[in-house]
Structure formats: structure tokens, C-alpha cells
């Protein structure tokens, strides 16, 4: 589940970055996508390090 959180997240935040920056659609898809694999990637990793409630 926290890799999901960490997607949306990071596309959320790639989206902003490309528009505080200038970008237009296809420059704000770009970052959205890297940060949501990056953000997938920091979920997953965050997954296997914190151990499950229960």
C-alpha cells in the first residue's frame, strides 16, 4: 500500500516541479512518471524495512 501512496505522491510532486518550473504537458508527464517511480521505489523499500502492525 505504500508503494501506491509513494506513486501518487511522487506524481503529484513531478507535476508541480515541472510547473513551477515552466514546463508544458508532455514536460509535467515527464516528471510525473520519473517521481512516481521514484516515489514507487521509496514505497516499496519503505514496505520491507517497517514491519507490519499485528
Given at each position: 500500500m505504500l508503494n501506491l501512496?509513494?506513486?501518487?505522491g511522487?506524481?503529484?510532486l513531478g507535476v508541480?516541479?515541472?510547473r513551477r518550473r515552466g514546463g508544458n504537458r508532455l514536460d509535467?508527464?515527464?516528471y510525473a512518471a520519473v517521481f512516481a517511480i521514484?516515489?514507487?521505489?521509496?514505497?516499496t523499500f519503505a514496505?520491507?524495512?517497517?514491519?507490519?502492525?499485528?
Amino acid at each position: 500500500m505504500l508503494n501506491l501512496i509513494g506513486a501518487l505522491g511522487g506524481a503529484a510532486l513531478g507535476v508541480l516541479v515541472a510547473r513551477r518550473r515552466g514546463g508544458n504537458r508532455l514536460d509535467m508527464a515527464q516528471y510525473a512518471a520519473v517521481f512516481a517511480i521514484l516515489g514507487f521505489l521509496l514505497g516499496t523499500f519503505a514496505m520491507l524495512m517497517l514491519p507490519a502492525p499485528g
